[in-house]
């Protein structure tokens, strides 16, 4: 079975960084894409951040490039968003979500961890 | 960049049809795809490509593309398909996925 488990995700202070991970089982984390999706409370979804499956392509939404680098770990089936500079509108629940091999759509979602940007 | 536009609610009774569009400039020439997210839960692939239905979706879920629209249709509507769906493209010029805005479908 197919599993995607963000973690650390928590309160910052504005202008203040954290890293949150996504740990993968289930597939061959290796030869996936993988993105960041975030969801502001009461909003939509807003994807953020595409990784190849093997580093060398990434993408980055306009409202977090320069501020959020997405990267991943194939030996430890893990997927990573470090995120700086935060700012009040980057409050949301974070989503890492696995690309589908004939995407570019996601087959699999995380459960999603909370980013809370206040002081 | 590229812009999806969906009705922000749709209501239905048990049993009907359910009808949520999904609108972009020349949006037939790109891959649509929709999620279903309900209350507290992460999204859901419901439809890739158009049309295709991934494994253990009910067949009640199809979509269509054509010229500037994008449908998703749900027949039969049951209590459980309350929830809010998106579609999502991938626009080739900038190479970034975009989402709509979100279409919450109840069930009267």
């Known amino acids: 079975e197919v599993q995607l488990v963000e973690s650390g995700g928590g309160l910052v202070q504005p202008g203040g960084s954290l890293r949150i991970s996504c740990v993968a089982s289930?597939?061959?984390?290796?030869?996936?894409?993988m993105n960041w999706v975030r969801q502001a409370p009461g909003k939509g979804l807003e994807w953020l951040s595409y990784?190849?499956?093997?580093?060398?392509?990434?993408h980055y939404a306009d409202s977090v490039k320069g501020r959020f680098t997405i990267s991943r770990e194939n030996a430890k089936n893990s997927l990573y968003l470090q995120m700086s500079s935060l700012r009040a509108e980057d409050t949301a629940v974070y989503y890492c979500?696995?690309?589908?091999?004939?995407?570019?759509?996601?087959?699999?979602w995380g459960q999603g961890t909370l980013v809370t940007v206040s002081s | 960049s590229y812009v999806l536009t969906q009705p922000p609610s749709v209501s239905v009774a048990p049993g009907k049809t359910a009808r949520i569009t999904c609108g972009g400039h020349?949006?037939?020439?790109?891959?649509v795809h929709w999620y279903q997210q309900k209350t507290g839960q992460a999204p859901v692939l419901v439809i890739y490509?158009?049309?295709d239905r991934p494994s253990g979706i009910p067949e009640r879920f199809s979509g269509s593309n054509s010229g500037n629209t994008a449908t998703l249709t749900i027949s039969r509507v049951e209590a459980g398909d309350e929830a809010d769906y998106y579609c999502?493209?991938?626009?080739?010029?900038?190479?970034?996925?975009?989402f709509g805005g979100g279409t919450k479908v109840t069930v009267l």
């Open positions: 979500a696995r690309e589908a091999d004939i995407g570019p759509h996601f087959d699999s």
């Open positions: 289930g597939f061959n984390f290796n030869i996936y894409e």
């Open positions: 990784i190849g499956s093997n580093d060398i392509s990434i």
């Open positions: 020349n949006l037939g020439s790109k891959s």
């Open positions: 490509h158009d049309t």
């Open positions: 999502q493209v991938w626009d080739s010029s900038s190479d970034h996925k975009v």
